[in-house]
Structures are given as C-alpha cells and as structure tokens.
C-alpha cells in the first residue's frame, strides 16, 4: 500500500487516505486481493494482465463498436499517426 502511495504522490499531490480508499472499492470490486502481514496488508492484482485486458478490449468492442471488431481496426486505421500524444512517451 505503501508503494502505491510512493509511485503516485512521485507524479501528483494524493492523500494517503484516498489511496487506502481506492485499494479498498477496487479489493470490493474483485480486482485486487489482500494479505495481512506484520503491521500491514500486501495487494496483488486478483487476476492475470493478459485477463483484464482481454476483458477490456472486448467490453470496449462491445460498448463502442457494437461488438465488431473489423469497426475497431477500421477506426484504429484511419486515426491520424503521431510520434506523441496521450499516454506516450519519447
């Protein structure tokens, strides 16, 4: 829990309490699982990576592209090409 706060406030300023308070909705919704050890708990994903997005990408072909996945690909195509932009790094 910890780390996850570490990793987090390194990038924006976060409560530690907001951070304790999502680990705990997204141990509830079934994405992580925690141990209890010595004087605090360890979290873990609760399923795979290769799982979760799998499950995305088809919950996203489903709700955007009415589960067509040729939409998808035609959309991913003709999107302009950039060296930059959200969520990539140079």
Same mark, same amino acid.
């Not at 951070?19 to 708990?41: N, P």
């Given at each position: 829990m910890?780390?996850?706060y570490k ?8 409560? #530690?309490?907001t951070?304790?308070t ?7 919704k079934g994405h992580?699982?925690k141990?209890a050890r010595e004087?605090?708990y360890? #979290?873990r994903?609760?399923?795979?990576r290769e799982?979760?997005?799998?499950g995305?990408?088809?919950?996203l072909v489903e709700?955007l592209?009415?589960?067509s996945?040729?939409r998808l ?5 003709d999107?302009?090409s ?9």
């Amino acid at each position: 829990m910890r780390e996850a706060y570490k990793d987090l406030s390194g990038s924006r300023k976060i409560a #530690y309490t907001t951070v304790l308070t999502m680990m705990g909705i997204l141990e509830q919704k079934g994405h992580l699982k925690k141990k209890a050890r010595e004087r605090a708990y360890v #979290y873990r994903p609760a399923r795979p990576r290769e799982r979760v997005v799998s499950g995305m990408v088809a919950d996203l072909v489903e709700r955007l592209f009415s589960g067509s996945a040729k939409r998808l690909l035609v959309h991913a195509v003709d999107l302009p090409s950039t060296s930059s932009g959200p969520g990539r790094s140079r």
